[in-house]
């Protein structure tokens, strides 16, 4: 059964189409990446999932109800920034949801907390809270009433590695639950580690909607990704720069880079000749990132 | 019905958690009672034993405004006199609270998937916010009731008084704000910025009716005399001239200040036109309660229609 599916879903803002024409299903169970750059379309998208804001034209639908519609009350929600009433508690405002929703035993909130490792800050106005606790927070109240499906729109935003890592983890076992994930990020390697498929949008457009290995097959042959040691990293960074390409430093000694396929059994030969002493070069195969790039890149191609 | 019990008991949680709700309730209920009964204190100090109490007129005085009933009334009375009246910030207050803070807050995005019927969110927020009104105003009536039994103590009053009449009145009141929640849900909600709502609110209806007054007075000079011609044509003069009998504000505290009318009836020469004394116009009198209820309601009607419809339609940013 479809937890989620949309139907030639539009939004339009005057002449301008937000989302375009979006067609997609993600079934039960299942955790989908929703990737896009800035004013893509993912938000919109999640919020006419959520029932906040009405398509121009197709229609989606939740748990086999058109949205809006009751099977929301079985949706859990995170988009964009996470909004509290800064006068309560955290308890409060997880109260608070809990009366609006009507169907969450009261011993459910001390659950939730514990789940995101805030039981000490539970106590504390929200208005006290820094970025990655009312983060943590929010997604305690995604998950109050147990929902069947999250929504979840940047849910790392403000977290540390750590707390990161730990959202990562809580999301692993909620979809083990057998709840359906919509996650989107702008940290592809979190997505890449998380789930097991990707939907990719551009300028409204679906541009991509397949597991994740076919994203990195469809877009890979047209580079490859190194991790560079050498003994100067400085000198490491302005050589390949000097070469045309786009390092990344990486701890004190190393810098990634992608460079083309027909370069790449040349590469160690013009840094050496550039003067660097390369300690060690190995290939990090394809990357989602580096497939993502290639996909929202001018020519990049749909699938 | 289900959504809708939800959505009152989690407004409720949320109002009874608002500071501001106190210092309001401590306003109304305590401070205003305890300074009238030190007036009357002093008044009765002063006044009880002096020639200007000759023919009982002070204890006649002190009966009328602070005996139980009479602070009972006061309490009814004097914040519809306010400027801007206490109804009014209490209503923008709460307005603030219930519909505000979603937009500032940037709450509707979650209010609206928890609880994704509209109608029982936006039901559920006007039931409580005239739940807590009512409780405002129940508590303003029962604390003058035990201050001004206090005051029975040290003052020569007792407990006569219409009683029933005055609740009634309390009970039209309480109905009449009903108009001005819902203008305030609207306004918050169509202009989607809690600060500019409220202050619309609180000026709106007042700054419309200040427009008319200076229209009116414009009108009534000499080069505009065409104006009032086309009117004449047109049979508008007439309705030109009820329309300030169908003002907002001037129909909205109609019950409230209905005890002061009758009060000050008391201090005009018997047989004089009340509306035509130097009273009258202070009072903004001349409208009944049926008259005002029937106004009240349709404003209710109008703008309730208006504000479920943009409420029911409107995309959440």
């Known amino acids: 059964m479809n937890a989620i599916t949309a139907e030639g879903l539009t939004k339009r803002y005057g002449g301008t189409a937000a989302v375009d024409d979006v067609t997609f299903s993600i079934e039960q169970g299942e955790i989908v990446g929703f990737l896009g750059p800035n004013g893509a379309g993912k938000t919109t998208t999640l919020r006419m999932l959520a029932g906040l804001v009405r398509p121009s034209a197709g229609s989606c639908s939740v748990l086999g109800e ?3 519609g009751p099977t929301l009350s079985n949706v859990g929600t995170m988009i964009e920034e996470p909004s509290f009433y800064p006068y309560l508690t955290g308890r409060a405002n997880l109260q608070h949801a809990a009366l609006l929703h009507g169907d969450v035993p009261a011993a459910r909130i001390d659950e939730a907390l514990a789940f995101v490792h805030m039981q000490d800050a539970a106590e504390k106005k929200v208005k ?3 970025q990655g606790m009312r983060q943590r927070l929010a997604l305690a109240r995604a998950l109050l009433w147990r929902p069947q499906v999250l929504l979840l729109d940047e849910p790392t935003n403000g ?22 994930v919509l996650v989107s990020s702008h940290i592809l390697a979190e997505i890449e580690k998380l789930v097991d498929r990707i939907l990719a949008i551009d300028k409204g457009v679906l541009r991509f909607d397949g597991p994740l290995h076919r994203l990195l097959e469809q877009m890979g042959g047209q580079a490859v990704a190194y991790r560079i040691r050498a003994s100067d990293q400085t000198g490491l960074l302005a050589a390949l720069t000097t070469l045309g390409y786009e390092p990344r430093a990486v701890a004190d000694d190393s810098a990634d880079v992608s460079v083309p396929l027909d370069d790449a059994d040349r590469l160690i030969e013009r840094l050496t000749g550039a003067g660097v ?10 990357d989602l990132e580096g497939a993502y790039l290639r996909l929202i890149a001018p020519g990049g191609r749909p699938s | 019905m289900n959504g809708l019990l939800d959505v009152i008991r989690a407004e409720t949680f949320k109002v009874l958690r608002k500071r501001r709700m106190y210092i309001l309730a401590a306003l109304y209920w305590v401070i205003l009672p305890v300074l009238a009964l030190i007036v009357g204190r002093l008044l009765d100090t002063n006044l009880a034993d002096s020639f200007a109490n000759e023919g009982a007129s002070v204890d006649m005085l002190l009966q009328s405004l602070f005996s139980p009933y009479g602070l009972a009334g006061v309490s009814l009375v004097l914040p519809a006199y306010a400027s801007p009246t206490l109804y009014i910030v209490a209503v923008a207050l709460l307005a603030a609270l219930l519909i505000g803070d979603e937009r500032s807050q940037q709450m509707w995005k979650t209010v609206l998937v928890v609880q994704p019927n509209r109608v029982a969110v936006l039901s559920g927020k006007i039931i409580v916010c005239m739940l807590a009104i009512l409780a405002l105003m129940a508590g303003a009536f029962l604390s003058s009731v035990i201050f001004g039994s206090l005051g029975t103590t040290f003052l020569p009053t007792d407990f006569s008084g219409d009683w029933l ?10 109905a009449f704000l009903l108009a001005p929640v819902v203008l305030a849900f609207l306004l918050i909600f169509v202009v989607r910025s809690a600060v500019l709502g409220i202050v619309m609110v609180l000026f709106l209806p007042g700054l419309i009716e200040g427009i008319y007054t200076v229209l009116n007075t414009l009108l009534q000079l000499q080069p505009l005399n065409r104006i009032n011609a086309i009117f004449q044509t047109l049979r508008l003069q007439r309705a030109w001239e009820e329309a300030p009998r169908y003002f907002f504000t001037a129909n909205l505290y109609v019950p409230g200040r209905s005890p002061g009318t009758e009060f000050m009836t008391q201090l005009i020469p018997e047989g004089d036109d009340f509306n035509e004394s130097i009273f009258g116009g202070m009072l903004g009198s001349g409208i009944d309660l049926a008259h005002a209820a029937a106004v009240m309601a349709g404003y209710a009607i109008v703008i309730g229609a208006l504000l479920y419809w943009a409420f029911l339609r409107r995309d959440v940013d």
């Open chain 1, 66 to 68: 058109s949205v809006p």
């Open chain 1, 128 to 130: 006290a809270y820094s």
């Open chain 1, 159 to 180: 977290l540390d590695p750590a707390g990161i890592a730990e959202v990562r983890e809580a999301l692993r076992s909620v979809a083990e639950t057998g709840a359906t």
């Open chain 1, 277 to 286: 002493r390369v300690i060690a070069a190995a290939p990090r195969g394809e």
């Open chain 2, 165 to 174: 009449r005055l609740a009634w009145l309390y009970l039209l009141q309480w």
